[in-house]
């Protein structure tokens, strides 16, 4: 459960803009942690810290709510990146609504950097052109992998760091600062641009007697092969399909024209360009987001469980509790004799709505109790 104070129903909205996003926390760090650093910068309303809804494994960030706007915005500006449990934390404003970071507005991304600027560096360097609103370099077990992200609250901002930044040389590495750019956007660049250039062809749907050797003999008929690869299991056995890379462009497209679509040995093949990965990534996130609208459209949405809920609290009054998490098509609570059970029901209208929705809510005080906050089944109906 959180720390601080009592939270009194109806409050939510107030102390939303007192409240900080806390990232790259150590996973031993806890709320009590979290409330000893913070509580000399001003009153606190509670601290959370994020876990997962399932295995409610600690999420590496957490969430500090101030009484005043003004002692967030003090902590933001003179305790980002100090040590808690001997790793920097980085502080921003808590963004409820996340429209502006889905939008990619006023977002820059950075590469080519060198491996001894971290976060607080790169915050630093670009703060002369702008309010940052998060800033992170993409770190693995070895450090730094040599870019980051940036983002501006304003689109002017990115440009300025753009303008002034691109093509600079820090710590004797000349970095490349462009707009951010979605991931489906690079895929479809890829697909553009590699289109009129590939070499490598992917050929699956044929027969497990298909070798490297037979594959070979096929494909070269259409020019010489730079590697041609059956792609097989642990056992050995073929797995159906393989690569070919050609040693120009001209021979991999007369290949996929002419042998896709033939039958081979009784199976019909399929021959094409062989995808970039980030084209691949980008075909599965659409055709996740083609399940998750089609999730989306059943009713009653994505429900979470609310338990031990105050006595004052009413179906209008849970609703407005939750509602800047998402779109709620149902919020009720249960009852009894005209009296609440003390648990009730919060539907969204999407899985990350109701996740957020729990990660920030379960423990936080309504009334004069701690909610216990779950994710619901979505078949179930009430």
């Given at each position: 459960m959180?720390s601080?104070?009592?939270?009194?129903?109806?409050?939510?909205?107030?102390y939303?803009?007192?409240a900080l996003?806390?990232?790259?926390?150590?996973?031993?760090v806890t709320?009590?942690m979290l409330?000893?650093?913070?509580?000399p910068?001003?009153?606190?309303?509670?601290?959370?810290?994020?876990?997962?809804p399932?295995?409610?494994?600690?999420?590496?960030?957490?969430y500090v709510?101030?009484?005043?706007?003004?002692d967030a915005?003090?902590?933001?500006?003179t305790?980002n990146f100090d040590?808690?449990n001997?790793?920097?934390f980085?502080?921003?404003?808590?963004q409820?609504?996340?429209r502006?970071?889905?939008?990619?507005?006023?977002?820059?991304?950075?590469k080519n950097?060198?491996?001894?600027i971290?976060?607080?560096?790169?915050?630093?360097?670009?703060?002369?052109?702008?309010?940052?609103?998060?800033?992170?370099?993409?770190?693995d077990?070895?450090?730094?992998?040599g870019?980051?992200?940036?983002?501006f609250?304003?689109?002017a901002a990115a440009?300025?760091?753009i303008?002034?930044?691109?093509?600079?040389?820090?710590?004797?590495?000349q970095?490349?600062?462009?707009?951010f750019?979605?991931p489906?956007e690079?895929a479809?660049?890829v697909?553009?641009?590699?289109?009129?250039?590939?070499?490598?062809?992917?050929?699956?749907?044929?027969?497990?007697?298909?070798?490297?050797?037979k594959?070979?003999?096929?494909?070269?008929?259409?020019?010489?092969?730079?590697s041609?690869?059956v792609?097989?299991?642990?056992s050995g056995?073929s797995?159906?399909?393989?690569?070919?890379?050609?040693?120009?462009?001209?021979?991999?497209q007369?290949?996929?024209?002419?042998?896709?679509?033939?039958?081979i040995?009784?199976?019909?093949?399929?021959?094409?360009?062989a995808?970039?990965?980030?084209?691949?990534?980008?075909e599965?996130?659409?055709?996740f987001e083609r399940l998750r609208?089609?999730?989306?459209s059943?009713?009653?949405g994505v429900p979470?469980?609310?338990?031990?809920l105050d006595?004052?609290i009413?179906?209008?009054?849970?609703?407005?509790?939750f509602?800047?998490?998402g779109?709620?098509?149902r919020?009720k609570?249960m009852?009894?004799?005209?009296?609440?059970?003390?648990?009730?029901?919060?539907?969204?209208?999407?899985f990350?709505?109701?996740?957020?929705?729990?990660?920030?809510?379960?423990?936080?005080?309504?009334?004069?109790?701690?909610?216990?906050?779950t994710?619901?089944?979505t078949?179930r109906?009430?």
């Amino acid at each position: 459960m959180g720390s601080g104070e009592p939270n009194p129903a109806g409050k939510k909205k107030k102390y939303l803009k007192a409240a900080l996003y806390v990232g790259d926390l150590d996973p031993d760090v806890t709320e009590d942690m979290l409330y000893k650093k913070f509580r000399p910068a001003g009153p606190l309303r509670f601290t959370r810290i994020c876990r997962d809804p399932v295995t409610r494994s600690h999420l590496g960030y957490g969430y500090v709510n101030f009484r005043f706007p003004a002692d967030a915005e003090w902590a933001l500006n003179t305790m980002n990146f100090d040590l808690i449990n001997g790793k920097p934390f980085r502080l921003m404003w808590s963004q409820p609504d996340d429209r502006l970071r889905k939008s990619g507005v006023g977002n820059i991304f950075i590469k080519n950097l060198d491996k001894s600027i971290d976060n607080r560096a790169l915050f630093y360097l670009f703060s002369a052109f702008g309010n940052i609103l998060s800033c992170k370099v993409v770190c693995d077990d070895n450090g730094s992998k040599g870019y980051a992200y940036v983002h501006f609250d304003s689109l002017a901002a990115a440009n300025r760091a753009i303008w002034h930044m691109n093509g600079v040389r820090l710590n004797n590495r000349q970095v490349y600062v462009g707009r951010f750019k979605f991931p489906e956007e690079r895929a479809a660049e890829v697909r553009t641009r590699d289109r009129a250039t590939f070499t490598n062809v992917f050929v699956k749907n044929f027969g497990d007697d298909m070798d490297d050797e037979k594959l070979k003999k096929l494909f070269s008929e259409y020019g010489p092969t730079e590697s041609v690869k059956v792609i097989r299991d642990a056992s050995g056995k073929s797995k159906g399909f393989g690569f070919v890379r050609y040693e120009t462009h001209e021979a991999a497209q007369k290949a996929v024209l002419d042998l896709h679509g033939k039958t081979i040995g009784g199976k019909v093949l399929y021959v094409g360009r062989a995808q970039k990965k980030i084209e691949r990534l980008a075909e599965l996130r659409r055709r996740f987001e083609r399940l998750r609208l089609k999730e989306k459209s059943r009713p009653p949405g994505v429900p979470i469980y609310i338990k031990n809920l105050d006595e004052t609290i009413d179906d209008e009054k849970l609703k407005e509790e939750f509602a800047s998490f998402g779109s709620i098509s149902r919020a009720k609570v249960m009852m009894e004799v005209g009296q609440s059970k003390g648990f009730g029901v919060v539907c969204f209208s999407s899985f990350e709505e109701a996740a957020k929705a729990v990660d920030e809510m379960n423990g936080h005080i309504v009334g004069s109790k701690p909610l216990h906050v779950t994710l619901g089944q979505t078949r179930r109906r009430w």
